[in-house]
Nanobody, 127 residues
Framework: QVQLVESGGGSVQAGESLRLSCKAS????????VAWFRQAPGKEREGVAQ????????YYADSVKGRFTISRDSAKTTVSLLMNSLKPEDTAMYYC????????????????????WGQGTQVTVSS
């Protein structure tokens, strides 16, 4: 059974940085798609970044492009999200999610494309 555990959330001031990590266990392959989503109170879950651990290709939502960077470790079991220049509107619960293959391009940031989910880590950005 695949399990995902997020860490690294916290409270920061606008303009500061945070690094989130998503540690996976139970993978049967190193070629998986992992994405970060976020959900603020009263809002829908939003995909922010995605990586294919097989080839390393990445994709970002326009709202975070140029500020967030998604990466994987050499073992391909931990995916990180480096968040720079944080804004109050980035405040949300952040979740990592995984699919045990390559997600179709049109579904890269769609929550329904992912099978496994972590419990989430809170990010709060104050102005």
């Amino acid at each position: 059974q695949v399990q995902l555990v997020e860490s690294g959330g916290g409270s920061v001031q606008a303009g500061e940085s945070l690094r989130l990590s998503c540690k996976a266990s139970g993978y049967t392959s190193t070629r998986n798609t992992v994405a970060w989503f976020r959900q603020a109170p009263g809002k829908e879950r939003e995909g922010v970044a995605q990586i294919y651990t097989g080839g390393g290709g990445t994709y970002y939502a326009d709202s975070v492009k140029g500020r967030f960077t998604i990466s994987r470790d050499s073992a391909k079991t931990t995916v990180s999200l480096l968040m720079n220049s944080l804004k109050p509107e980035d405040t949300a619960m952040y979740y990592c999610a995984a699919y045990m293959d390559l997600v179709r391009p049109m579904d890269r940031l769609s929550p329904t494309a992912y099978t496994y989910w972590g419990q989430g880590t809170q990010v709060t950005v104050s102005s």
